[in-house]
């Protein structure tokens, strides 16, 4: 969970000089991009969702004499469990109608973790409005984890519905929303990352079904363990209902299918098993006729070549880190395009003619979707934050603590390791000089996933009770190059551990921590982490495995 607070301008350099808690929204800003070293010029008003850093303004008294001292891990802090649990609203999946205005995608913890498509309010200062009706919710279930469930075009929304996956063309201010996809007698079937053609009054879609597919007499309705993904065409005429058409099959994973803006050539992403989308993806370009068929080539040029990350592990359908912009009557390709080195998010305006990368001065730390450009003007010099995920987080600021990125040597002489520490902290209670606090140590899942320094109140739940706590990006974690993510492979288990066990070393041995108090806890992949640190080293104390994938682990050794 992360969160900001109110619209927010700023220019450049005051931006920079800011540090401390971060906070997170969708914004906008506008940007001199004159200065680029090109000379085109075109509209550009960028809509992202991301990370700020922020500098705490509360005022807190902090005169020594009137803090409460007590042992650390026993002060009081407003920052409850239900604090925690209420403030877990979440942003995504970011589009523009036809208006110019935004949507997006807000979880509601108050109404079961329910996702809403909202969009934007007319005017600055607007509440936004709920598009999609109480009873639905715009979420899919696609390759376990989800992903992208709507696309708009105009005034029309096609999404997914959360209770039977079936897809269903709104018009926006409409409360009725009509299927497009037959029912399968339950959630057997589901769609994501869908992009409307216009050329052929269609929808085409990643597809997953509990069944096997043919491409020539499109479904046997004979059931297999493993779902099997498409690509497929399906029409938005509500009131003629027919299976989705398969325009590519035969792959194990599809991804990221895009039309051209002529309607004619279809991109995609696919890989196969044994390999991960990270270490053997392939991008197809194939040609879309009337009955659906795809003639298919794969010939790819690169645009630029940076040591950076342009993309991430593949486990969710909602990935945007490029988006194009311009495409001047000289064939200028310009893109947008988030890259992330040493943990932190960059954005940039690439140009193909000249094999060039601008990058733009902003003060957030993770940027996640580019959306849309519009208006003229290689510095940005104004933002704005348009909504924000849990602005009533912000009333526990005086009790954040501020993230420290930490460098620490692995087992590997000469080779180090990353994470973010973050001290205790609270306003009123201190503890004395003599004793340092106990740590909880975060080994995140995936295991090829990343924690990145943004406001979660999940750790400040901790902090402000008086422990520390260090959220560990191990070996084999994005964020930090192939190399770094490669140093998994066929050591699962082994270089995580030493990682999390040489972070808790290094904290104590500069005196951060308690080597006596040290805890470790990790959901999924990091659960199994948190089990293996446990039960096979002599670091931590005690240790929770949430939701571990440790069962799993035993069913394939037998």
């Known amino acids: 969970m992360s969160t900001a607070t109110s619209i927010a301008w700023r220019t450049s350099k005051q931006a920079a000089a800011s540090s401390s808690s971060s906070l997170s929204a969708i914004f906008a800003f506008r940007s001199n991009l004159n200065k680029l070293p090109f000379s085109s010029k075109f509209p550009h008003h960028l809509l992202c969702t991301s990370t700020r850093t922020m500098a705490s303004t ?12 007590a042992p650390y891990g026993s002060w009081s802090s407003p920052i409850t469990a239900d604090a925690v649990s209420g403030a877990e609203k979440r942003l995504g999946g970011l589009a523009v109608d036809g208006s110019g205005r935004l949507l997006w995608v807000e979880s509601r913890p108050k109404e079961a973790g329910r996702t809403v498509l909202v969009r934007e309010g007319e005017k600055i200062g607007d509440e936004p409005i709920d598009v999609t009706p109480p009873d639905f919710a715009v979420r ?43 029912d399968y007698g339950g959630p057997v079937v589901c769609f994501a990352d869908g992009v409307f053609v216009s050329r052929f009054n269609s929808y085409i879609s990643v597809m997953e079904g509990k069944f096997i597919a043919n491409q020539f ?50 991109a995609w992403v696919e890989w196969s098993h044994p390999n991960m989308h990270w270490d053997k993806a392939e991008i197809w370009v194939g040609y879309v006729s009337e009955d659906g068929w795809v003639e298919n080539r794969n010939e790819v040029v690169p645009v630029y070549s940076l040591l950076a990350e342009f993309s991430k592990p ?107 520490f973050y001290p205790p902290f609270n306003p009123i209670y201190e503890a004395s000089p003599q004793e340092k606090p106990p740590l909880v140590l975060k080994t995140h899942g995936g295991p090829t996933s990343e924690s990145r320094g943004t406001l979660n109140l999940n750790i400040q739940y901790w902090t402000s009770r008086g422990w520390a706590f260090v959220d560990v990006n191990y070996g084999g974690s994005t964020g930090y190059g192939r190399e770094y993510r490669e140093r998994l492979l066929g050591q699962w288990g082994v270089v995580d551990v030493n990682d999390c066990c040489n972070c808790a070393n290094f904290l104590v041995e500069n005196r951060k921590v308690d080597g006596k108090r040290l805890c470790i806890t990790g959901g999924s992949a990091g659960g199994y982490t948190t089990l293996a640190s446990l039960a096979f080293r002599q670091t931590f104390k005690a240790g929770a495995s949430l939701y571990g994938v440790s069962v799993n682990l035993l069913c394939f050794a037998i």
């Open 58 to 69: 509360t005022k807190i008294n902090t005169i020594k004499d009137q803090k409460i001292t």
């Open 217 to 266: 007499d499109d479904y046997h309705r004979e059931s297999t363990l493993n779902p099997i993904a498409t690509i497929v065409f399906v029409k938005l005429n509500n009131k003629n209902i027919q299976d989705p058409k398969i325009l590519v099959s035969g792959s194990d994973f599809y991804a990221f299918p895009r039309m051209d803006p002529k309607g004619e050539r279809l």
């Open 140 to 182: 899919t279930t696609a390759q376990e984890y989800g992903g992208q469930a709507f696309s708009v075009s105009g005034d029309i929304v096609v999404f997914s519905n959360y209770k039977d996956q079936r897809l269903y063309k709104q018009l926006i201010g409409d409360s009725f929303p009509g299927p497009l996809t037959p």
């Open 314 to 420: 593949c486990g969710f359908l909602v990935l945007h880190p490029m988006i194009l912009f311009k495409v001047t009557r000289r064939i200028i390709l310009l893109l947008a395009a988030i890259g992330r080195q040493d943990g932190r998010s960059y954005l940039g305006i690439i140009n193909d003619a000249q094999k060039s990368l601008s990058m733009l001065d902003v003060p957030f730390t993770d940027i996640s979707t580019i959306v849309h450009l519009d208006d003229n003007n290689s510095i940005a010099v104004r933002f704005s934050i348009i909504w924000p995920s849990s602005a009533e987080s912000t009333e526990y600021k005086s009790y954040f603590s501020v993230p420290e990125w930490i460098k620490f040597p692995s087992e590997f002489p000469g080779q180090y390791s990353y994470a973010y």
